[in-house]
């Protein structure tokens, strides 16, 4: 991150009731970064508790917090969400009209970290996944079997087995082959153990984007404490994302970092070539992250030679993918290569949040059927070529990026609140604004999804 | 850039923001409409739930619901609970068929079946003992 001595001083003081209003804009900022504050430590004080219908079974890692909240229920943890997001939406729209110029950085800082060691310290939220990561990891590790030929049904003698989601037993995992071998050392560490190293590398993943989200933003000219509080303030970033330890985080660190190469190394091969290397990196936690790359290679927005540039992060992309591949074939055989299976099986996948479920409703029909998979890809494949051609064409990169993780997002009958945070950094890097505000309103379509049970609790 | 060009990059930017309203719109009224839908259903479980109880006679909580998701306009729901106090699906089960409009607080009682403890999954093998609308619609093998 850049030094913060070197953020442009406040502007002078407006006349009249503007002024008034950017005077009184610091402690409404403040009252909402308190809300914000209290909203997830109610979460995660109550979901310390106990297991509930939001909180998976897990190892008591937060005992020491149980003491304090109740059992988190559906009604307290929406109307937790819903007033961390008004203040989230207040707190940016006070940062996006510059009212909060007066305030230092550090307050930017300080409240998105308070957030995150708040949700770091806490339990498990919302999803099991964390346990299917630790399972495979202890598959390869405690057990000696291949996480890409069997579910955690193989090792239901592990003590971690009787924390994974009934739903993923018996799946191999579809993770990438450089996330499966980072998750192998915390295996050792038993499952308590694994839990916090999982929790750490979430955490310090969340740390590094955040940090190239600003320092990315600075590069393009961009408001850094925008920028930041945008996306370490986000309320499914923070409770959905952090709290449940996903390698989505790791991907999108991954993300980032190779947009920061590119930023930075424009008129150098090298930088270029890392930058390749780096989004297959990304690719390699979770595919998704594949999708950066022909838009990277497109991009006329990078320095130097016109065919030497394009060539620069295919090289390093290549090299990257040969490496890659070579590790996972040594590691896990060729089922670790075929990432394509993977994927093509979680394609499949339908969950009741998704927007194609969502439209399929509208119009009276119980659910997506295989046509409309069909459809929904041939939809996905016109979008991604359409931001290709548009990038060939001059249009910015990282935006034509975001645009196109967003479609993923949209047109995936597989939706997790989680997936919504993919294109969240590369949008705050970048001067179309529109994408920012589809991806807002996409979470805010998500949340509000969510609300049924507080409208009518079932009892 | 020419002033054409410009110009072409403006209409572009204009369907392009029209188009993706146009989406977010579609997708505003999908979720708002799952969410108004999902409020009847949750309404109607509730007194799924209050109709198993009375029905029962029994204050048993932990009940399991299962919804007919193949027709999303059915209102058919079968509402599992056990007979005596234990652990979800521990003991001897009673399934019900609800059906219809809401009268005073209740749903109709078309059938039901019961199965065996520690039944996990509601197969026809397991169910037994059935009355009513499973009877004829043969939904016990027993």
New interface residues.
């Given amino acids: 991150m850049s030094s913060l001595a070197e953020h442009p001083p406040p502007p002078p003081p407006l006349p009249g009731s503007a002024g008034r209003a950017r005077r009184l804009a610091p402690a409404l900022a403040a009252l909402c970064a308190l809300l914000a504050l209290a909203a997830t430590a109610e979460i995660v004080l109550d979901g310390a508790l106990d297991h509930s219908a939001l909180i998976p079974r897990s190892p008591a890692i937060a005992g020491w917090l149980a003491g304090i909240g109740e059992r988190l229920g559906y009604r307290v943890f929406l109307i937790a969400l819903l007033a961390f997001s008004a203040a989230y939406a207040v707190l940016l729209a006070l940062a996006g009209r510059g009212a909060l110029a007066r305030l230092r950085p550090r307050w930017a800082i300080g409240l998105v970290g308070a957030l995150q060691l708040i949700v770091f310290a806490g339990p498990i939220l919302l999803s099991t996944d964390v346990f299917s990561y630790i399972a495979y990891a202890r598959m390869g590790v405690v057990h000696g079997l291949n996480p890409y030929l069997h579910g955690p049904s193989a090792i239901t003698g592990d003590p971690i087995y009787h924390y994974v989601g009934t739903d993923w037993k018996l799946v191999a995992t579809a993770y990438g082959p450089l996330y499966t071998l980072l998750s192998y050392p915390l295996a050792p560490l038993g499952v308590k153990g694994a839990l916090w190293g999982m929790k750490a590398m979430a955490l310090l993943a969340s740390a590094g984007t955040l940090a190239l989200v600003w320092r990315c933003a600075r590069l393009r000219g961009l408001d850094p404490v925008f920028a930041l509080l945008a996306v370490g303030a986000n309320p499914l970033y923070v409770i959905y994302g952090l709290g449940g330890a996903h390698n989505d985080l790791l991907m999108t660190f991954l993300m980032m970092a190779a947009v920061a190469l590119t930023l930075t190394g424009r008129s150098s091969s090298t930088r270029q070539a890392w930058a390749g290397a780096t989004v297959v990196a990304g690719a390699l936690i979770k595919a998704t992250g594949a999708v950066l790359l022909p838009y990277m290679v497109l991009s006329s927005d990078l320095g130097g030679h016109r065919s030497r540039r394009r060539l620069a992060p295919i090289a390093g992309a290549a090299l990257a993918v040969l490496v890659g591949a070579l590790a996972a074939y040594v590691a896990f055989g060729v089922h670790g290569v075929d990432i394509v299976a993977a994927l093509n099986r979680d394609a499949a996948f339908v969950s009741t949040d998704s927007?194609p479920?969502?439209?399929a409703?509208?119009f009276?029909?119980?659910?997506v059927f295989p046509i409309d998979h069909t459809l929904l890809k041939g939809a996905l494949a016109a979008i991604l070529l359409y931001l290709m051609w548009l990038t060939w064409r001059g249009y910015d990169w990282v935006a034509a990026s975001g645009w196109a993780l967003l479609a993923i997002v949209?047109t995936s009958t597989w939706l997790l609140a989680w997936y919504t945070l993919w294109p969240l950094p590369l949008a705050l890097v970048t001067r179309e604004r529109?994408l920012l505000w589809?991806i807002l309103?996409?979470q805010a379509?998500f949340i509000?999804?969510q609300?049924?049970?507080l409208?009518?609790?079932?009892? | 850039m020419s002033g054409d060009a410009r110009g072409r990059r403006g209409d572009a930017w204009l369907i392009?923001?029209t188009v993706?309203g146009l989406?977010?719109l579609?997708?505003?009224?999908?979720?708002?409409?799952?969410?108004v839908?999902?409020?009847?259903v949750?309404?109607r479980?509730?007194v799924d739930?209050a109709t198993w109880r009375a029905y029962s006679a029994r204050d048993y909580r932990n009940l399991t619901i299962e919804q007919d998701?193949?027709?999303?306009?059915s209102t058919r729901e079968v509402v599992c609970g056990n007979t005596s106090p234990g652990a979800p699906k521990e003991r001897r089960q009673l399934c019900l068929i609800i059906t219809g409009a809401v009268v005073a607080g209740r749903r109709a009682v078309q059938g039901g079946y019961y199965l065996p403890p520690l039944t996990v999954v509601d197969r026809r093998s397991a169910r037994y003992a059935c009355f009513g609308a499973a009877k004829s619609q043969e939904l016990c093998e027993r």
Avoid: M
């Fill in positions: 927007f479920t969502e439209v409703h509208l009276g029909k119980p659910g949209v529109r589809a309103a996409v379509l509000v999804h609300i049924s049970p409208l009518a609790p079932v009892r | 392009e923001t993706i989406i977010g579609l997708l505003a009224v999908g979720t708002v409409n799952d969410v839908r999902q409020v009847h949750n309404r479980l509730v739930l998701v193949k027709h999303p306009d």
